[in-house]
């Protein structure tokens, strides 16, 4: 790799903007590295500041905060690039980069990349326990809780990162011996202004790779412009291909294939689905150019017992089953949780609602109106949800959404004679009434078990 000189940070005055998780773990990086740093924030961070950081300056971050003076400025990826200040400090010629452009200067561990719409949580997650299985040391970082600075220097044999547009956009050094882009579908847009500018974040992960990996179903993660890396695909349908260099996997109801060999039987995982064996070929497909024995790979696959938050089941009484899947942040994600209830033919109830983010509803709106049979809502953005031609109820709260869904499903369990699935599947981000998606997934699991044991008392 073409490690670039990481003391050049040594003595440059350099703004941080924002100090949550990733802005404190490039702050012990940035002052590690001998620079000026200056913190902004729009929290009061006098009383705030860890104590291995108060050699920083503390700054209150407003719309008119002036950067100008500065050799180059970190940002967070909550921060929005497109705001007047940041614009301002760009025009100057000067760098705005991100924690992952820290990383990939100093990085010389091979590394994983992995971006997406969707799935990109669970991919990363099984693809670093499989390479751990398979005897290496690796670490797991980026979107995905951890800071990439921190797995810096810790003698891993390789380096998985779970990336965000947020991130891409704040990088140009990353040179990832595989990059992958899961799919891409509407979503944050109202931050990048556009769903060409969301897409080309994406593809950016290609940029340095030496292997890339792409969805053949999903033109918008093909590789075009990147002719000099080998490629490998995953998808729905098969297609021959001979080349070592360029393997095709696909799937069907027996399992995940490449050409005439099954890799990895549907018989010996416990309840999969359609998506989840997609996200089994990417890891399959990595584990292939890293030259890991796929019989331990496979074993690590069928082991596996999924993310938190996502299609998650809290609970399964009399017939009726509730579903955690607060991780659905987008519409596409969304979509991909109804589709499993749909092959296992479940009546379904919905809950959704949130911040949109400005994103397309109108694909998931038709997949509503057609295998949706009530939908409850809640949230800034739930009249988005009320046209859809499926009965509705608003609620204020997610006890409320827990308590409309109780009394609903046991009438439309006796109406449909068909089990019935109670699915929090929000499509739109958890901020506008809840800390993080997990605050929201943990309060309806609550919620749940709260009144299941209303229920049940005597």
């Known amino acids: 790799m073409n490690v670039q000189d990481s003391h050049q940070y040594c003595n440059q005055h350099i703004a941080l903007i924002g100090y949550g998780v990733t802005g404190k773990a490039c702050a012990d990086y940035l002052l590690a590295k001998g620079a000026n740093l200056a913190i902004f924030d729009k929290a009061d ?202 393997p095709s996997l696909f799937q069907n109801a027996e399992g995940i294939w490449i050409n005439t060999n099954l890799l990895l039987s549907a018989a010996k995982i416990d309840n999969v689905n359609q998506h989840q064996l997609l996200n089994m070929q990417v890891v399959l497909a990595c584990a292939m150019h890293l030259q890991l024995p796929l019989q331990t790979v496979v074993k690590s696959l069928s082991a596996y017992s999924g993310l938190a938050h996502r299609f998650e089941r809290v609970l399964l009484e009399q017939g009726v089953e509730w579903i955690n899947d607060s991780k659905a942040t987008n519409p596409g994600a969304c979509i991909a949780a109804l589709e499993s209830l749909v092959s296992k033919n479940k ?20 997949f509503i ?43 439309l369990k006796l109406s449909e004679e068909r089990d019935v699935a109670v699915l929090l599947s929000p499509a739109c981000a958890s901020i506008d009434m809840f800390d993080n998606y997990q605050h929201r997934g943990n309060e309806f699991a609550q919620a749940v078990n709260v009144l299941a044991k209303e229920v049940v008392s005597p």
Do not use: W
């Open 45 to 246: 961070l006098s009383k705030q500041l860890s104590e291995n950081h108060q050699q920083a300056s503390t700054h209150k971050l407003h719309e008119q905060s002036d950067l100008n003076a500065f050799d180059q400025v970190v940002v967070s990826p909550g921060v929005n690039l497109c705001q007047a200040f940041i614009q301002k400090f760009k025009a100057t010629g000067k760098p705005v980069i991100g924690d992952i452009e820290l990383f990939a200067v100093e990085n010389t561990c091979p590394v994983i990349a992995v971006t997406g719409s969707n799935g990109k949580s669970t991919v990363v997650d099984m693809l670093s326990k499989a390479i751990a299985a398979a005897g290496f040391k690796v670490g797991l970082g980026g979107n995905f809780g951890r800071s990439a600075l921190t797995l810096l220097d810790q003698g891993f044999d390789y380096i998985v990162l779970e990336l965000s547009s947020f991130q891409l956009e704040s990088t140009h050094s990353l040179q990832p011996k595989i990059a992958c882009v899961l799919n891409v579908s509407p979503d944050h847009i109202d931050r990048h202004g556009s769903m060409q500018a969301y897409t080309d974040a994406k593809l950016s992960i290609y940029n340095k790779a030496d292997h890339v990996i792409y969805n053949r179903d999903d033109e918008k993660t093909f590789p075009l412009k990147y002719t000099n890396q080998t490629q490998a695909s995953f998808g729905l349908q098969q297609i021959h291909s001979e080349s070592a260099t360029a």
């Open 347 to 366: 009546a379904i109830i919905l809950i959704a609602g949130g911040d949109s983010k400005g994103a397309d509803l109108s694909e998931l709106t038709s």
């Open 369 to 411: 109106n057609q295998h949706v049979s009530l939908l409850i809502l809640m949230g800034k953005d739930k009249h988005l949800f009320t046209h859809t031609g499926v009965d509705f109820k608003l609620a204020n709260n997610i006890s409320q959404c827990v308590e409309f869904a109780q009394t609903a499903a046991y009438d």
